[in-house]
């Protein structure tokens, strides 16, 4: 086979094991963004545990029929950059969507694949407004803790009333 074949289907490869690696993956276009911006979008991807890749759309529409994400590749036309996040599952779309109201309306989000299942732009601008799974933890153990500490005192005035529990 000629070397140009060999080396794509290496890319096609690589990125299908990015895209198995990664809980969730965000395509959006970001023709007429300046350099600067993009670089900024790149480092606060960074910060975020995410990752920012422009991949020519043929490979990584393969790589997507290769993880089984059909739905996915319509995303996949023109000047589109992938988002990739391999723990936080909410940072990519929160990060995109705190840009696109920012000062950046450049970006527009087209597709999403979030635990194995395509999303559209609405369920990825819904869950952009999820707070994150450590906050949503603490936030369960608030919650937790509130009504266990309600029932220990409880318990704790009938004991000293005399009562039994």
């Known amino acids: 086979?000629?070397?140009?074949?060999?080396?794509?289907?290496?890319?096609?490869?690589a990125v299908t094991e990015k895209m198995k690696n990664s809980v969730a993956i965000v395509a959006f276009k970001y023709q007429g963004l300046t350099v600067e911006a993009f670089q900024n979008l790149r480092r606060e991807m960074r910060q975020n545990g995410c990752e920012i890749c422009v991949i020519k759309n043929n490979i990584s529409s393969r790589a997507a029929k290769e993880c089984g994400y059909d739905g996915f590749t319509d995303a996949l036309v023109g000047p589109v950059a992938l988002a990739f996040a391999e723990s936080d599952v909410v940072a990519p779309a929160k990060?995109?969507?705190?840009?696109?109201?920012?000062?950046?309306?450049?970006?527009?989000?087209?597709?999403?694949?979030?635990?194995?299942?395509?999303?559209?732009?609405?369920?990825?601008?819904?869950?952009?407004?999820?707070?994150?799974?450590?906050?949503?933890?603490t936030q369960l153990a608030a919650g937790m803790y509130g009504t266990l500490s309600q029932l220990s005192i409880g318990l704790n005035m009938l004991v000293e009333n005399g009562q039994q529990a």
């Open 95 to 137: 990060v995109l969507f705190k840009q696109l109201s920012a000062e950046n309306n450049k970006i527009e989000v087209v597709k999403g694949v979030v635990d194995g299942d395509v999303f559209s732009f609405d369920q990825l601008k819904e869950l952009s407004t999820l707070p994150s799974y450590e906050t949503l933890l």
């Open 1 to 13: 086979m000629k070397e140009s074949i060999l080396k794509k289907q290496e890319e096609v490869k």
